[in-house]
Each structure stands twice: as C-alpha cells, then as structure tokens.
T-cell receptor, first 110, second 114 residues
Framework: KQEVTQIPAALSVPEGENLVLNCSFTDSAIYNLQWFRQDPGKGLTSLLLIQSSQREQTSGRLNASLDKSSGRSTLYIAASQPGDSATYLC?????????FGKGITLSVRP | NAGVTQTPKFQVLKTGQSMTLQCAQDMNHNSMYWYRQDPGMGLRLIYYSASEGTTDKGEVPNGYNVSRLNKREFSLRLESAAPSQTSVYFCASNLLQGARSPLHFGNGTRLTVT
C-alpha cells in the first residue's frame, strides 16, 4: 500500500527566505505526483503536476522536483511571502488511485 | 469561472438523518470524486466516477451512496448519518481519470453530525 509522508507537519519562516518542502512515498511505481495548496476553510488548488518521466516542473517562484528511485519529491519556494502561508499537500498517483500526504502547514512571518 | 461548486457549505445533522451533498463542475471534465478530510487522517477517497454513467468505491465508501446525474453533476448521499461522518467533504474533478491530469477541488461542505 502506497504511503505518502510529509515532514515536518508545520514550518515557520521569515519573509524572503527560500524554502524546501519535502514529500516521500513508499512505492516508486507512480504515474505522477501533484503538489497542492490549501488555504484555511478552502479546497485544494493544484500547483504543479510532475509526470513520472519528468524530473521537475516550474511555475513562477515554485519548483517541484521528483526522484522516483528514492521515493522523494521537493517543492522549492523562492523568496517566500506572507501570502504563501497555507498548507501544502503532495499526492502520488498509481494504479488509478491518488494517495495524499497529510500536508505541511507553512507560516511566513512578515 | 465557477470551476467546482459544492452545496451546501455547512450542515448540521442529527444521528439517523439523511442528506445529499451536491457537486457540479463546468469544466467538461470526465471524472469526478468525493473525498473526506479529517484531522490526522488526511484526505480519503469515498467514491469516484471515471466517466458519466459509472461509479466506483474508494477507500471509505461505507455509509455513503453516490449518483453521477450527468457529466456535470455528482452527488453524495448519507442515508443515515452517524457522528463518525462528521468531516469536511470535498468534491473534485479532472479531465482524465486516475489523476492523470490535475485535480480541481470545490471549497468543501463542513458536516457535523450530533
């Protein structure tokens, strides 16, 4: 059974810092990996989707990487801003099923 | 663009009552999903519909039923609500089944069963 882990559960950083959020998964036979953002009281918003054949995807200040062999993905946020404060979840797709991590709650201090 | 719309936003039920959660998407997506999100448990799939006319069980289907009314609409029914069904329910959709394309989520229904 696929398990997705995101550690730590919470992170607080000062504004302007570059940061990395980690995601690990146990079964490397994945189809793709997605990173989502969830604001309090809201649904999830898809940030980046990396196909299994890709190594990374970029969108603005966000860069997600995928290393299938080691079962790891990272979400890099450059020059963090208070508006980046949210919960970030990763999810891996395998056998038509999507398995979510429990998320990392990020707080960016002004 | 509306995206994925869920109604109601909040609901309080007594044990044993029934209700239907509504979901509609305007993105012409083929696949639709119902998840529940609980503290410490993360997101768990209840039911999904890979395409119009089909539905399948997810990880936690007990106590729920679904209907894919048409391509746009996918409803979730609780026939006899239990306190264990207190949760936040999210509907999601995507173009290609099996999460092969990005998932789009609604803003959720916060359900409390007393």
């Amino acid at each position: 059974k696929q398990e997705v882990t995101q550690i730590p559960a919470a992170l607080s950083v000062p504004e302007g810092e570059n940061l990395v959020l980690n995601c690990s998964f146990t079964d490397s036979a994945i189809y793709n990996l997605q990173w989502f953002r969830q604001d309090p009281g809201k649904g999830l918003t898809s940030l980046l989707l990396i196909q299994s054949s890709q190594r990374e995807q970029t969108s603005g200040r966000l860069n997600a990487s995928l290393d299938k062999s080691s079962g790891r993905s990272t979400l890099y946020i450059a020059a963090s801003q208070p508006g980046d404060s949210a919960t970030y979840l990763c999810a891996v797709s395998a056998n038509s099923k999507l398995t979510f991590g429990k998320g990392i709650t990020l707080s960016v201090r002004p | 663009n509306a995206g994925v719309t869920q109604t109601p936003k909040f609901q309080v039920l007594k044990t044993g009552q029934s209700m239907t959660l509504q979901c509609a998407q305007d993105m012409n997506h083929n696949s639709m999903y119902w998840y529940r999100q609980d503290p410490g448990m993360g997101l768990r799939l209840i039911y999904y519909s890979a395409s119009e006319g089909t539905t399948d069980k997810g990880e936690v289907p007990n106590g729920y039923n679904v209907s894919r009314l048409n391509k746009r609409e996918f409803s979730l029914r609780l026939e006899s609500a239990a306190p264990s069904q207190t949760s936040v329910y999210f509907c999601a959709s995507n173009l290609l089944q099996g999460a092969r394309s990005p998932l789009h989520f609604g803003n959720g229904t916060r359900l409390t069963v007393t």
